[in-house]
Nanobody, 123 residues
Framework: QVPLVESGGGLVQAGGSLRLSCAAS????????KGWFRQAPGKEREFVAA????????YYADSVKGRVTISRDNAKDTVYLQMNSLKPEDTAVYYC????????????????WGQGTQVTVSS
């Protein structure tokens, strides 16, 4: 069973918005730090954003800072990624991840991963 299930991806025009969701499945991960990563075709997976398990601390890649907001609802064991002012270069498969260590997520590592959701931004 996949421990994290992403949803909310799709096709959007440049300048548009999308909200991705990632819900824990089969295990409780509300006390874990959570993060979002993305991987574009032919490129390595890259860090997008991370949030501490309390939700009080957030971190963003420079490429998305100011356009993206990560948040979480521990009662629903769900993490969100609100993406605004989307650009064609944001096109990628977006993955959520969970780890007891926020540092690990910021370094690109995690204990649990989702299967990803496709985001396509047309110009």
């Amino acid at each position: 069973q996949v421990p994290l299930v992403e949803s909310g991806g799709g096709l959007v025009q440049a300048g548009g918005s999308l909200r991705l969701s990632c819900a824990a499945s089969g295990r409780a991960l509300s006390s874990y730090a959570k993060g979002w990563f993305r991987q574009a075709p032919g490129k390595e997976r890259e860090f997008v954003a991370a949030v501490s398990w309390t939700g009080l601390n957030t971190y963003y890649a420079d490429s998305v800072k100011g356009r993206v907001t990560i948040s979480r609802d521990n009662a629903k064991d769900t993490v969100y990624l609100q993406m605004n002012s989307l650009k064609p270069e944001d096109t990628a498969v977006y993955y959520c991840a969970a780890s007891l260590s926020l540092d690990r997520i910021q370094r690109g590592s995690a204990t649990y991963w989702g299967q990803g959701t496709q985001v396509t931004v047309s110009s």
